[in-house]
């Protein structure tokens, strides 16, 4: 008998089936598969069971059977293996999912794992995502984080961008945190903004969703009675989904997920697979939310460390300096008898000797010098009471009147030409009195002692709701360096190992949060300025 299909053949050439593509050519000597996977549905072979039946072969009417049940296990198979090989690559989806959320502590990267985990072709496939998380103070749920295009250019162009690339999940997330996480948010920044739900209305379907545990799928959103019309207007979409994200009996959030640009159904398995998710990324999102807050808490305690540290070496500093100060008023106080005697007897002298007694040059010479050692006493035993502070309230026109009349003969006899500009109706300042006249009277006798210094002025005022004290000249800026010498009385104090000068009145005067600005005009000299505290009704 002449079979028109090749079946009976264990082996053939090309043009005896036609039926056998390209990279199918090793079916040319396989025998057995080339009669299941081609010939039990090769026309060819159904002409060949009829020519059985019209001859009276006695497997005429059993062979088509068999051929038929074949193809259908065939396609059972086929089934099958398709079902198999998609289980897999979700299993393997998700495998790597929950390897990334179990193993992050850093918010941006587990947000970014979820929301791409929804939208990517290689997770869920939804076209857009909405993220709500409660706030700190579990009041509200607020929009956090949309990903998703907004229109189908947008789409088109990613899913190209997604086909070109062959990425893992979390290669895809970690290009999204680095590129696209802030971009998303601006994005989406409007529509997060409307989606602000009080947790206490529990008629809102987001609320009812957290409370009952459960996914809702909303079909027919404009004319569900159970949604809010604002909400659906909001989306923009008549179906979406509901995922609410509980970890340990805690609201961390919910998920919107949608297809607002296909338009595609969310299916019965999407929604299973969702559910699957939803827990490992509640608790992800919990735990990254309760890292970031623990890092906050660390950062203050080690801001609040240093601070303490700080003031610790300020309380050493102080109590330093309260050492020198009592060493210093008791040699103070042992120098300035001796020193009254031998000025009083020289002024006595002075008067009973003659204009040209040449013993008069000598008088004169021992008068000046104890004139400048009190002097040098009197700065001495003002710098030891400044380090015992007692705030209270003082008008600092005043104080710089009374600094400035103790230092003016001095000005005079250097030839220094000074300025007194007194601000009128200045309130009254929160300041401790001798350890701001101390720091003026500092600043004074530098500028005197600078060189070049043939103008300066000393002017108070308002700036900007604080009390400002200005001394400026127009000599020589010191040198780097050298702003911690101030006069005699300083250089004696540092050979006690005191630290008077410009430095000190900084260092007493940010003590007291009192800002201190050392500044070199334009044109040459030096301004110094004291910003002092007014006085306010709570203080």
Not at 100 to 114: I, K, M, N, P, R
Not at 140 to 151: A, D, K, S, T
Request: aromatic letters at 6%.
């Amino acid at each position: 008998m002449d079979w028109e299909c090749c079946w009976t053949k264990p082996e053939i050439n090309p043009k005896e089936c036609p039926y056998i593509g390209e990279g199918e050519e090793e079916l040319y000597t396989a025998h057995r598969r080339r009669m299941i996977e081609k010939c039990l549905e090769c026309p060819r072979f159904k002409n060949d069971l009829l020519k059985l039946r019209e001859f009276g072969h006695p497997l005429a009417d059993v062979l088509p059977f068999v051929a038929s049940e074949l193809i259908e296990q065939k396609g059972k198979l086929q089934s099958m293996g398709s079902f198999l090989s998609t289980k897999t690559r979700e299993i393997k989806f998700l495998h790597e999912l929950n390897n990334v959320l179990q193993t992050s502590l850093d918010l941006d990267e587990v947000l970014s794992v979820a929301m791409t985990a929804i939208t990517a072709g290689k997770g869920f496939g939804l076209n857009r995502a909405l993220l709500l998380m409660t706030d700190k103070d579990r009041q509200f749920l607020r929009g956090y984080l949309g990903v998703g295009p907004r229109n189908y250019e947008e789409a088109w162009q990613i899913w190209q961008e997604i086909g070109q690339n062959n990425l893992t999940l979390r290669e895809m997330a970690r290009n999204f945190q680095q590129t696209k996480l802030k971009s998303e948010k601006d994005k989406f920044h409007d529509l997060l903004e409307k989606l602000a739900v009080p947790l206490a209305d529990y008629r809102h379907i987001f609320n009812r969703a957290l409370r009952e545990r459960k996914t809702v799928l909303v079909e027919d959103a404009f004319h569900n009675p159970d949604v809010d019309p604002n909400l659906a207007r909001i989306l923009g979409v008549d179906s979406f989904l509901i995922m609410p994200l509980i970890s340990r009996n805690r609201r961390v959030g919910l998920i919107l997920a949608d297809n607002c640009i296909t338009h595609k159904p969310i299916s019965t398995q999407d929604i299973l697979l969702l559910e699957t998710f939803a827990f490992p990324v509640a608790f992800s999102l919990e735990r990254a939310s309760l890292y970031e807050r623990l890092q906050e808490e660390v950062d203050k305690l080690t801001v609040a460390n240093a601070k303490l540290k700080e003031q610790q070496e300020l309380i050493l500093k102080m109590e330093k300096m309260a050492l020198v100060g009592q060493i210093t008023s008791s040699i103070a106080h042992s120098i300035r008898n001796p020193l009254m005697i031998i000025g009083g007897f020289a002024r006595s002298l002075m008067k009973t000797v003659a204009a040209d007694d040449r013993n008069r040059e000598y008088l004169e010479s021992i008068m000046r010098e104890a004139k400048q050692l009190e002097n040098v006493l009197d700065e001495v035993l003002s710098y030891a009471d400044s380090l015992y502070p007692a705030t209270g309230e003082w008008d600092v026109n005043q104080l710089v009147a009374s600094v400035f009349a103790k230092c003016r003969e001095r000005m005079e006899l250097q030839g220094i030409s000074c300025t007194l500009l007194l601000a009128p109706d200045l309130p009254m300042a929160l300041i401790d009195y001798k350890q701001i006249a101390f720091c003026v009277r500092t600043i004074l006798n530098t500028v005197m002692e600078s060189s070049g210094v043939e103008r300066m002025s000393l002017a108070t005022r308002l700036d900007d709701g604080a009390i400002a004290i200005e001394i400026e000249h127009n000599g020589t800026p010191l040198p780097s360096g050298e702003g911690d010498e101030t006069g005699p009385a300083s250089a004696a104090l540092n050979l006690l190992g005191g630290n008077l000068g410009i430095q000190l009145c900084r260092s007493i005067l940010e003590k007291q949060g009192n800002p201190f600005l050392v500044e070199h005009p334009p044109g040459g000299g030096t301004r110094y300025t004291i910003r002092l505290p007014q006085r306010k009704e709570d203080d």
